[in-house]
């Protein structure tokens, strides 16, 4: 009897490794596609905002703070929003705001993968 039990314990315990070593290395697998994947859209968010940096240099707006965010909605759908903050805003027109702000939104179909918002503030 005793070595029945002995039997059963072994087979349940190869059992038990093969599950959790199974499932480890499908959770790794996952995990390695979900950083590369998430490494991806950073690299892209990152050269938007080196873009978007060089574009407002050529308008004169150097130095301008940058800040680029993002919101997730329930269907995991993307929103980002660039605030863009410069002194000299307030004393900008209004159609080399509206021109800069339609390269912003040229570039980001360019690099983001979901809507863009943006505000100006000085």
Request: proline share 0%; charged share 50%; net charge negative.
């Given at each position: 009897?005793?070595?029945?039990?002995?039997?059963l314990f072994i087979v349940a315990s190869i059992i038990i490794v093969t599950l959790v070593l199974s499932i480890s290395v499908r959770a790794y697998a996952n995990d390695k596609r979900g950083r590369e994947y998430r490494?991806?859209?950073a690299s892209k968010e990152n050269?938007?905002?080196r873009?978007?940096?060089?574009?407002l240099d050529e308008y004169g707006f150097k130095n301008a703070g940058i800040n680029l965010t993002?919101?997730?909605?329930?269907d995991r759908n993307v929103t980002y929003n660039l605030s863009v903050n410069h002194h000299s805003f307030e004393y900008a027109s209004i159609d080399k705001m509206n021109e800069i702000e339609d390269r912003m939104?040229?570039?980001a179909e360019e690099y983001l993968e979901g809507s863009?918002?943006?505000s100006f503030t000085f």
């Open positions: 009897m005793t070595h029945k039990i002995k039997v490494e991806a859209i050269g938007y905002e873009e978007i940096r060089e574009c993002k919101e997730y909605d329930e939104y040229e570039k863009l918002e943006t």
